[in-house]
């Protein structure tokens, strides 16, 4: 069995306030849509993940691209964005889950829940029985009490065989608000599961302080330190945070010894636990002999994302006399920016002298330092 994720991210709302679709408005500096996109494909029972677009959002930089996604463009109703996605989903995918862009905090455990109903059944939602009181009311007063008994408050992801739920679409009046509807009015069943209360949708300005508050409730932060050296040698130039600066040496190495750009992947190694440059590069590996240090930083960025880490910040220290960093440490942002993928603000390239005192004092060498803080997706 295969199961796609399909995102719908193709709405215009704006209910939530701005003047953005509300997917696409930053809930602690990433757009909305990012975390629900991260957190499917960082599931490991999730094979692909589509993100359905409206047309106007695909050229743009709206959405977010650090996540391998699929992208179906979306129709003028949520049904025919639906039917977009259900389309573009791989040849070998037999189950999908269908989730709003707008509900940010769906977890591992919920989309476990959902699949394991699909054993058993052609479609499976999760849903919260309602507990409150149900009054009706009119003009500011209560008119009478709902019985509450038997109802639930529906959320996403809501899951199905694919086969059968391409057949309901294809029958559809197209009137139908979700899939759910669209599946039972073509006579499947659809088991409810527990639902979870923290797996709000976005509607209103006020859900974006809820969600932040949940989501830094369960945020997982992690930091790590990077320390590098490499000495002088013959040479007319060092490479450092991807940038080639002039020099009267060069630095020595068994790669192009950037050596900023080794203590900033050996810090992302670090913050996830899993060795250093060494043990992923070794230095006794001949293909590594002279290699563009941007590789290694790459694998390390790639290796947080696919541990569900994205990078928060980065901060790296450079020790040296000369040559001197400042003219260089816009490009040397810009550069370890487009490598990471990351805005350039969330980048620091410092310098400081050991006041001529040590081996960087007497220009024997050059040390870098590094900190990095990923945030877990
Ligand atoms: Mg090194």
């Avoid at 000495?231 to 040496?249: E, T």
């Avoid at 790669?255 to 080794?262: E, I, L």
């Avoid at 390390?300 to 569900?308: D, F, K, W």
Wanted: net charge negative; with cysteine.
């Amino acid at each position: 069995m295969t199961t796609a994720a399909i995102i719908v991210a193709a709405g215009r709302g704006t209910r939530a306030g701005g003047t953005l679709p509300k997917q696409w408005q930053p809930l602690l500096g990433r757009p909305i849509a990012a975390y629900a996109i991260a957190r499917f494909a960082a599931h490991p029972a999730i094979a692909q993940v589509v993100l359905v677009l409206h047309p106007d959002d695909i050229p743009t930089d709206l959405w977010p691209r650090e996540t391998a996604v699929t992208i179906a463009t979306g129709g003028a109703t949520r049904a025919a964005s639906v039917l977009a996605g259900l389309q573009a989903v791989d040849a070998d995918v037999d189950k999908v889950l269908i989730h709003d862009a707008a509900r940010p905090l769906v977890s591992a455990a919920l989309i476990d829940r959902v699949l394991a109903a699909l054993d058993t059944s052609s479609g499976a939602a999760p849903a919260v029985a309602v507990t409150d009181t149900l009054w009706r009311g009119s003009a500011g007063a209560v008119q009478g009490v709902q019985d509450r008994d038997g109802l639930f408050r529906a959320q996403t992801p809501q899951g199905f065989l694919l086969a059968p739920l391409l057949a309901a679409h294809a029958a559809s009046t197209g009137q139908e608000t979700d899939d759910v509807a669209v599946a039972r009015a073509a006579g499947l069943d659809v088991a409810i599961v527990p639902g979870d209360e923290d797996n709000i949708k976005i509607t209103t300005p006020a859900d974006f302080a809820r969600a932040a508050k949940l989501m830094r409730h369960d945020m997982d932060i992690r930091c790590g330190n990077g320390y590098d050296v490499h000495r002088f040698g013959p040479g007319d130039h060092v490479w450092l945070c991807g940038v080639q600066v002039p020099h009267h040496s060069s630095l020595q190495g068994h790669s192009d010894a950037d050596v900023g750009m080794h203590a900033v992947t050996d810090a992302i190694y670090g913050a996830l636990g899993k060795g250093d440059i060494g043990q992923h590069f070794p230095p006794s590996d001949p293909q590594w002999k002279g290699a563009a240090s941007h590789i290694f930083l790459k694998h390390a960025v790639a290796l947080a994302t696919s541990s569900g880490y994205s990078i928060s910040n980065v901060d790296c220290t450079l020790v040296c006399e000369f040559p001197k960093i400042g003219p260089h440490q816009d490009a040397m942002k810009a550069v370890m920016a487009a490598y990471m993928g990351l805005d350039s603000d969330r980048i620091s390239v410092k310098a400081t002298t050991s006041e001529k005192l040590g081996f960087t004092g007497r220009e024997e060498g050059i040390a870098a330092l590094a900190t990095v803080t990923l945030m877990k997706s």
